[in-house]
């Protein structure tokens, strides 16, 4: 089998002829650019001082290419739009030092301060006229969103202001995406991972407006979990409107790749802790299931596509809804976690759902 075949075959449950490996196909089984200098300079693959693209700035994650994922064993790789979640695209790219003195490669919106105490700052779009987005703690190897939360009026709250940054693929995107697909699929034999439109509903990630100079609405973690609770009627009709563009994303998207892509990430939204849910299964039936299902049932109806979703934590009592909602596959699998045995999940689950470790 080749990478192609083997991911396809697990994601159809049957068995490949050996255990399929992703590096840096999904958002959520990337690498840190650290790691992937080591890794390079591991294997002989760089001359030392060689920067990596960090394809990834939230998280950092460094770019993967095909000779790494060859030595590695890679079967899977990504296909996503050209911007990041900060507002800005991948282009223009500069050379920049982490802490550790890992040679790096950012896009050239990529603009930060440091303050006294080492912390680096991040901007949306770039844009130093505004406060920072996010920040990477001195000594960090990631940014965390920096809350930005406006006071708002109770009767004055739109669910337009917590959608502002979901918008349909223009041209362009499409564009990239396209050619991204192509390339991958008509000159390597990995299987393609899409991650291309705002189906992640509650994506703790997006909630703060990282990509967004002034972001208005609920845009507080503390506020927003609060709200899921609180302000359901509202919280409802943000997801409608992220759906229905979610949907109208993924519908230009197949039109322009058809099923060059073997799965697509649906949802990176977490559900659960070390040791239990931390939303309860009866609000994700109110709350979540619904959009889940309707993305969902879309993708199954209209492309052959599989459905990925990430969720850390201990889920197990999750699974059945997550099946019910339509999803392929689940992701992290945290074994770590209570009642996340693989074995048992395997026995329980693995009729319905394929689990993709990381």
């Not at 089998?1 to 255990?19: C, F, G, Q, V, Y």
């Not at 965390?144 to 708002?152: E, T």
């Not at 302000?231 to 992220?242: L, T």
């Not at 040791?275 to 199954?300: E, G, M, Q």
């Amino acid at each position: 089998m080749n990478s192609r075949e083997r991911i396809n075959a697990a994601l159809n449950h049957k068995t490949p002829d050996k255990l399929p490996v992703d590096f840096g196909g999904t958002p959520t089984s990337g690498i840190h650019v650290s790691v992937v200098y080591k890794l390079r300079q591991h294997y002989g693959l760089d001359k030392p001082g060689t920067p990596i693209k960090v394809i990834e700035p939230y998280q950092m994650l460094g770019e993967i290419k095909d000779d790494l994922k060859e030595v590695m064993g890679v079967d899977v790789a990504s296909v996503s739009a050209p911007g990041t979640f900060f507002g800005y695209d991948k282009e223009g790219w500069k050379p920049w030092i982490l802490w550790d003195n890992t040679p790096v490669l950012v896009p050239g919106k990529f603009n930060t301060d440091r303050n006294k105490n080492g912390s680096t700052y991040q901007y949306a779009e770039g844009d130093k006229d505004y406060p920072p987005c996010a920040v990477m703690p001195d000594k960090g190897y990631f940014f965390d969103s920096l809350p930005r939360q406006r006071p708002f009026k109770e009767n004055e709250l739109d669910p337009a202001d917590n959608t502002e940054e979901f918008k349909p693929l223009g041209k362009k995107e499409r564009e990239y995406i396209k050619s991204e697909a192509d390339y991958i699929y008509n000159n390597t034999q990995y299987a393609i991972v899409g991650n291309v439109a705002p189906s992640s509903f509650g994506d703790i990630a997006f909630v703060p407006g990282p990509m967004l100079k002034e972001p208005k609405g609920i845009r507080d973690v503390t506020e927003w979990y609060i709200s899921t609770l609180t302000r359901k009627a509202h919280i409802q009709k943000v997801f409608e409107i992220q759906c229905n563009i979610a949907i109208e994303s993924y519908e230009s998207v197949y039109n322009t790749v058809g099923d060059k892509f073997s799965a697509v990430f649906v949802s990176g939204t977490d559900f659960g802790t070390q040791d239990r849910l931390f939303n309860s299964i009866d609000n994700y039936r109110h709350l979540f299931k619904p959009y889940h299902l309707k993305v969902n049932n879309w993708i199954h109806e209209n492309t052959g596509w599989k459905t990925f979703i990430h969720t850390c934590g201990a889920i197990k009592d999750l699974l059945p809804d997550l099946i019910e909602a339509g999803f392929d596959i689940v992701n992290p699998v945290q074994i770590s976690a209570a009642g996340m045995d693989p074995a048992s999940l395997k026995k329980e689950f693995g009729k319905y759902l394929t689990f993709w470790g990381g």
